[in-house]
């Protein structure tokens, strides 16, 4: 840490607590809610403006041309009654949970196996770590050619006797793949935020262990993983919440197809909105989107004030 | 650390390591090969690996068949204003939050936090009439406009700023240095690490946006390259090849970035686990 010229720490702590005048504190005070201001001026106008706009469009028909018709709660019933909607809800939370799942125990895994070698570490997370920096468009367009029927995949399977796949098109490879996708781009990012986690944790703990007599996997079971538990939580807050906004890949590698397989509710408030520019629906479609991720928000501003509390003690 | 699986299999793990490290760069080694592979090489029965023939002429041509000089400059102009916008709002913000006691202060950041909720694609449709009423459609500052600022950085920020001992700033005060003074000689010098992670993000985040460029641009002067990209993709004339050659060029903004702030970052990555 630097330290300002002419002057050390032990010297400014003798002068403080400083007692300055109560207009001069003041002053000082409005320079902090200055600094806060425009971001929080920015957030009403782009964030809870628009939100609250949304729901109150999503009890209106509303096609860009009228003004809004209000229509009550039509569009929820419509919504609760049209299978499009259901499936596209059902795919979210399949598409939630599996990639959480997995970005979860694949970023785990990847950061035990690269924090125990020494040699070549670096490099192999820095390689790691480029799937994390191509653009989502590239990643989408490589691996749609990659799934292709004749493309990699299949190429490296089919010595292993594994038949042909038509990893896309077909309804029930079509989920997996986007969410192995999803993995291959989001797990380097959360092994990062293992390592750090595996950091934090003292030596002294394995070599105490290790003293007692404790195997390799005693000491992961009873030292890491519980250690590990808080990043591993925010890990999966982190990775659902991304994952309940996805649109780019499903709507790039399969179009949402086949048959809708892999079409989720940012696609279908889209497609609602903007193609068929039923905006009062549209909007409804985004209140429950909201609410899914309300839900991990809610978790991990939990999470938040618990931290908060424990570096406060 | 290294105790726990330590022992004579270290070779072994290497290895196993090095296979695992494959598997997240071949299809990133694939995207660089087929860019300068014919066109006709595509959907063999195996891929070369290493072409038989280059053809380098993929880039210029691909780069001639759509706007993609425009498309990459739009991307540009987006992306640093964005960057920009983030650097100096979430900076500013997250010192006031971190150093500076008023009343209120606890609830703007929980609403602050909580746009964490509120991602583009749940506010898409509303977002858009704003921009409309504002004018802004089918513009550039339409497409940076809602990305100007975001929650995490603010929260990155001043998680960062909190470590910096108040003391400092108390006594370049009672120096009679001003507000913004002390943020921009006392601050700002400190916070190197987390400044480089969060110009990455930042840029990262926009050069990767999609949804929202197509929801609010339809003319073609202002499209970014995701979408001249895919546009492109979409008309069956084009080559798959020349698709990955302009792949692999918008990759390079985003990866010179990160060799640039690369030494920073090494020490910054480990705060900022909020995002992907």
Redesign the interface.
Known sequence: ????PG?T?RS??A??P?RWPLHYRLR?????????L???L??L???????L??MG?SFTSYD?MKTPRFVGVENYASLSRDPIFIQALLNTLVYIAGSTVFITAVGLG?A??????????R??LA??F??????????C???R??F?P???IN?ILSPLGVGRIDWLTDSATAMPAIIGVTV???A???M??F??G??A?P?EY??AA?IDGAG?LR??RS??LPLLMP?TF??VV??A??SA????MP??ITGGGPGGATRVL?ML??ET??SYMK?GR??AI?VV??AI??V??II??RL?ARNEEDAAA | MRQWLAGPSALLGLLALAALTAVFILPIIWMVTTSFQAGEKMFQLTTEWIPSVWHPENYPNAMGRAAFPLFFRNSVIVSAAVMVGNLVFCTLAGYGLAKYRFPGAKLLLLLILSTLMLPLEVTLVPTFLVIHKLGWVNSLQGIAGPLLIDAFGVFLMRQFILKIPTDYLEAARIDGAGELRILWKIVLPQCRPVLAVLALLAFRDSWDQFLWPLAVVSHDDYRTYPLGLVRFGEDYGNPPTEQMAIAVLATIPVFLLFLLLQRALRSGFGLSGLKG
């Open positions: 840490m630097s330290s300002i002057a720490a400014l702590s002068r403080a400083l000082i005070q409005l320079w902090g809610v200055g600094f806060v425009p971001t929080v920015f957030f106008v782009f964030k809870y403006g628009p939100m706009w949304a469009l860009m990847l035990l196996a690269i924090n125990n070698r020494g040699r070549g570490r490099l192999c390689g790691m480029l799937t994390n920096i191509m653009p989502i468009v590239a990643v367009l490589v691996w050619f990659l292709h004749h493309g990699l190429q291959w781009r989001f380097p990012y959360f990062v935020v390592l750090a595996l950091l944790i030596r394995y070599e290790a390799v000491r992961f030292i890491t990043v925010f890990v982190v990775a919440l991304l906004r996805i649109f780019l709507f790039l940012s408030i889209y909105g903007f905006m549209a909007a985004s989107l909201f991720a309300m991990f928000t991990q501003m938040f």
